[in-house]
C-alpha cells in the first residue's frame, strides 16, 4: 500500500535541544495527524491539523500542514528524556472509509 | 476520553492453533481498523470495518479474518497461526468523516498485542 515518506528514521540528541521531522506525500491529502509511541504501546494522538498552512501547539509540539497540502512538519522544542519513542504521521485523503496513509516512522532518543 | 481497549497485551500460541484478537471502543465509533507493527515494516492494515457485518480486505489480509457483529466490538481471527504472524497488532477505530463539511478523521488505538508464534 502507499506510504509516506517521513525522515528522518531516527535521532539521537541531547536533552534540551530542539527536534525536527517531517512528511511528505505524493498525493494531496486533507487531514495531516501525528502520533507517538512509547514502547510496548499503541500510538498516542498528539496533534491533527485540518487545512493548509495550519500551524498547531501541543505543549512544546508544534506541527503545520503544509501549503501544498502534500508535506507536514513536527518540531518539538527543548527535548526532555520523556519524549523518547517513535513519531509517526498519516495522512487522509478524499476516501471515506476513514482510511490513513501511515509515515514509516521516526525513532527518538534523547540523552539526559 | 475515547477508549479503545484489546483483550491481551501478550499472547503466546502455537504454530496451526486459531487465535481471536478482540478489540472494544467505547465512544460508538463506526469504523475500525486492525493494523499490525513489524520493525523496519511500519504500521499495515490488515482488515477494516465500516459498519456492522461490513468489513474490507486491506493491505495484507491473507491469514487473517474478521467478524464485527456488534458496533463496539471487532474480532481479528488466526485461523491456522503461522510463525510469520508473529506481530505486534494494533487495533484503531475512528467516526465517520464529513460532519458539515468537516472531516474527522482521527483514529484512537488500543494498547497493542503481542503474539508470538512458536
Known amino acids: 500500500g502507499q506510504q509516506l515518506n517521513q525522515s528522518p528514521q531516527s535521532m539521537f540528541i541531547q536533552e534540551g535541544e530542539d527536534v525536527s521531522m517531517n512528511c511528505t506525500s505524493s498525493s494531496i491529502f486533507n487531514t495531516w495527524l501525528w502520533y507517538k509511541q512509547e514502547p510496548g504501546e499503541g500510538p498516542v494522538l498528539l496533534i491533527a491539523?485540518?487545512?493548509?498552512?495550519e500551524l498547531t501547539s501541543n505543549g512544546r509540539l508544534t506541527a503545520q500542514f503544509g501549503i501544498t497540502r502534500k508535506d507536514s512538519f513536527l518540531n518539538i522544542s527543548a527535548s526532555i528524556p520523556s519524549d523518547v519513542g517513535i513519531y509517526f504521521c498519516a495522512g487522509h485523503g478524499s476516501s471515506n472509509t476513514g482510511k490513513l496513509i501511515f509515515g514509516q516512522g521516526t525513532t527518538l532518543q534523547v540523552k539526559p | 476520553d475515547v477508549k479503545v481497549t484489546q483483550s491481551s497485551r501478550y499472547l503466546v500460541k502455537r504454530t496451526g492453533e486459531k487465535v481471536f484478537l478482540e478489540c472494544v471502543q467505547d465512544m460508538d465509533h463506526e469504523n475500525m481498523f486492525w493494523y499490525r507493527q513489524d520493525p523496519g515494516l511500519g504500521l499495515r492494515l490488515i482488515y477494516f470495518s465500516y459498519d456492522v457485518k461490513m468489513k474490507e480486505k486491506g493491505d495484507i489480509p491473507e491469514g487473517y479474518s474478521v467478524s464485527r457483529e456488534k458496533k463496539e466490538r471487532f474480532s481479528l481471527i488466526l485461523e491456522s497461526a503461522s510463525t510469520n504472524q508473529t506481530s505486534m497488532y494494533l487495533c484503531?477505530?475512528?467516526?465517520?468523516?464529513?460532519?458539515?463539511?468537516?472531516?474527522?478523521?482521527?483514529?484512537?488505538f488500543g494498547p497493542g498485542t503481542r503474539l508470538t508464534v512458536l
Open positions: 491539523l485540518y487545512k493548509a498552512g
Open positions: 484503531a477505530s475512528t467516526r465517520l468523516a464529513g460532519v458539515f463539511g468537516v472531516s474527522y478523521n482521527e483514529q484512537f
